[in-house]
């Protein structure tokens, strides 16, 4: 018999054994793309798009995914954004009952394990049935899909969670659900709110396969919500996918870019989040 | 002066039965203490007042409430200017997530209260010697109204420096005066008080009780309370549940001295509680 105080150390030591390997496989990945992709990052990589001859090594850079994934991922979230919110909040016990709730929920979860690219395939079929051919508005739709779940679904966690007691406390002075909505559940799970926005953006924007045939690629910046447009998470699939060390050492710098505008992203949005915030009942 | 008078209130959750058949007049521009034993209906009582209730699933409420003559348990009552009328504190005070200022606003601006209104409220406190007023300024009639409910509540002095900071960093104790001047703010009839002092220290609670004592020229003041000598101390009136019945209710004097029903007279010497 293992005496209670050997569990607590057993279990210590497992927790302990997990988180280290978790940091092991991130600071891994980490570790990977910077030391392979910092040798070919530089200036003209992000300011100018391909050139000539990029893919076999000679000059250019990835501005076009870089923009292209800038303006998908953040078309598509401010898309996710405007839809979430309402089915995140009317998922709340005063505006359905449990049944339709648990419904949506079950479908959501679906939604959520749904691999990327038949969102790609539903995506591509719509556009072809419309005549649509692959442009930023049709990756900007289909990313947004692919973030609702993740939106919904996190978002909704955090607004369950706000006190019964403080609503009630607003419904007291007179308030009607909507006041009470805007003015007291949305300001309590606002930073909630920005992580599960974030965990939305993180997902869009690294995603592949919903965009290969929704958005396309193109060597150029996109000028209209109608051409065609590149981005990173594709730049990064066709540049290593070449046999040129140069051209795949280029795809890791791609990747390095990537995971700098998603810290990025994060890390501002953490700081507007925590000024908004500072009101928030503990 | 709003008059309540339950008439029939049964009460149950799902299958459970909470209140049977209580019927009770609670007098007006007094402090009406409901006493009795965890679980036995207190909070129910409190709650059916404002209609909060229905807030929880599979609640029914049968039988009659009566303010002022009508039935707010009509179909055509209006629920927001019922909850206008009836103010309410919770047993832990929950600031809103805003700061002291707007947390006292808020209940205003909801209810969308033009500055004469305002000023005829704040008009209406200065006339009914609760609080002593100054002069009038026509162009900040908000900054006017908090300082006034404050001020009532008892904690203007406290947080006079800082009413732009978050009402979260209040005390608790401060918080619930502060959720006292909220509930005020509306300008309510009555106050529904739920054990408004059992998550406060002494010296909170006797601001609280204090605060109840002055109020009670102006408001009709209901309180929950499962702390006897708290009763003895605030009351004017006071109903005695036990396990979802009306047991007895009397002016808090006659109640506290000679008591009639047995389980009454069991719980006020302490052999149940």
């Given amino acids: 018999m293992l005496s209670r105080q050997g569990e607590e150390k057993i279990f210590k030591g497992l927790m302990i054994v997990s988180l280290t390997f978790v940091m092991i496989i991130l600071l891994g990945i980490i570790a990977l793309v910077v030391t392979k992709g910092a040798p070919a990052l530089n200036i003209s990589m992000i300011l100018e798009t391909p050139k000539g001859g990029y893919y076999l090594g000679k000059e250019g850079g990835i501005a076009n995914a870089i923009v292209g994934s800038i303006y998908l991922a953040f ?30 929920r079950l479908i959501l979860d679906v939604l959520w ?26 990756g900007i739709v289909v990313l947004s899909l692919l973030m609702l779940p993740i939106m919904v679904r996190s978002m909704e966690e955090i607004i369950r ?3 019964h ?18 003015a007291v559940i949305l300001k309590q799970s606002l930073p909630g709110i920005i992580t599960a926005i974030l965990l939305a953006f993180g997902r869009g924007i690294g995603d592949a396969a919903s ?38 050492q280029r795809a890791y710098a791609s990747a390095l870019i990537l995971l700098f505008i998603v810290i990025l992203v994060s890390v501002f949005s953490r700081i507007i989040g925590k000024r908004f915030s500072r009101n928030i009942v503990r | ?133 100054d002069s009038i300024d026509k162009g900040k009639t908000m900054d006017m109204l908090v300082k006034c409910y404050l001020t009532l509540a008892g904690l203007w002095d406290e947080v006079k420096d800082r009413l732009h900071e978050p009402a979260s960093r209040l005390s608790i104790g401060q918080q619930q005066r502060l959720a006292l001047a909220r509930a005020l703010a509306v300008e309510p009839e009555v106050i529904l008080a739920d054990e408004p002092t059992s998550a406060l220290d002494p010296i909170s609670a006797q601001l609280i009780e204090r605060q109840f004592r002055l109020l009670k020229k102006r408001y009709t003041i209901v309180v929950v309370t499962h702390i006897l000598r708290q009763a003895r101390r605030v009351a004017d009136y006071v109903i005695f549940l036990y396990l979802g019945e009306l047991v007895e209710h009397g002016e808090a004097e006659v109640f506290f001295s000679s008591p009639i029903d047995k389980r009454t007279r069991a719980y006020i010497s302490g052999e149940i509680s």
């Fill in chain 1, 75 to 104: 078309g598509a979230s401010i898309i996710a954004i405007l839809i979430s919110l309402p089915v995140a909040l009317s998922l709340q016990k005063e505006y359905t009952n449990k049944h339709m709730a648990n419904f949506t």
């Fill in chain 1, 113 to 138: 394990g749904t691999p990327s690219i038949v969102y790609g395939a539903f995506g591509f079929i719509v556009m072809v049935y419309f005549g649509l051919r692959a442009s930023l508005l049709g």
């Fill in chain 1, 161 to 163: 969670m706000v006190p």
């Fill in chain 1, 165 to 182: 007691e403080l609503k009630e406390v607003s419904y007291a002075l007179g308030t009607t659900k909507l006041e009470t909505t805007i």
């Fill in chain 1, 211 to 248: 965009i290969l045939f929704t958005a396309g690629y193109t060597d150029y910046i996109p000028k209209s919500l109608f051409d065609p447009v590149a981005s990173l998470p594709l730049a990064v699939f066709f540049q290593i996918s070449t046999p040129i060390p140069e051209v795949q």
């Fill in chain 2, 1 to 133: 002066m709003s008059h309540i008078s339950l008439q029939n209130l049964s009460v149950t959750f799902g299958a459970q039965k909470i209140l049977n058949d209580i019927t009770v007049d609670i007098p007006d521009s007094r402090i009406t203490a409901i006493i009795g034993p965890s679980g036995c209906g207190k909070t129910t009582l409190l709650k059916s007042i404002n209609r909060l209730l229905e807030l929880n699933d599979d609640v029914t409420v049968n039988g009659d409430v009566l303010i002022d003559g009508t039935n707010i348990y009509d179909p055509k009552t209006d629920i927001l200017l019922l909850r206008k009328k009836v103010g309410f504190m919770s047993q832990r005070p929950y600031p809103l997530p805003m700061s002291i200022y707007d947390n006292i606003a808020f209940g205003p601006r909801v209810h969308r209260l033009t500055d004469d209104q305002i000023i005829s409220q704040i008009e209406g406190l200065k006339s009914s010697d609760v609080l002593h007023v």
